[in-house]
């Protein structure tokens, strides 16, 4: 397992000093924010995919991670925003599926 950790915290040491050249992409902001999720970082995470959105404003997928973050945190309001924004996006049958979970809950 700490060999795991190890692997996990290079990434994302990795990652972190990817975003600052200029190689970056919308896939650096989602692999660092999955990875700090990994790491139950989750504040972490959510600040990743905040700038991400900074970044790239129609990268589906942050909205997702981000509406996953605010359920988990109990904001179920704040999630359906974000999902709301994602499946406007891209319709994926994951993201449907979610929305549908959070209005059941509503």
Sequence with gaps: ????????DESIEYLEKDLNSCNKSSLTYYELGMYKIVNQSYSDAEKVFLDGINFDNEFPEFYFQLALIEYKKGNNKKSLEYIKTAL?????????????EINIKE
């Design 1 to 8: 397992i700490n060999k795991d950790i190890s692997k996990i």
């Design 88 to 100: 406007s996006l891209s319709n994926k049958k994951e993201y449907k599926d979610f929305k549908n």
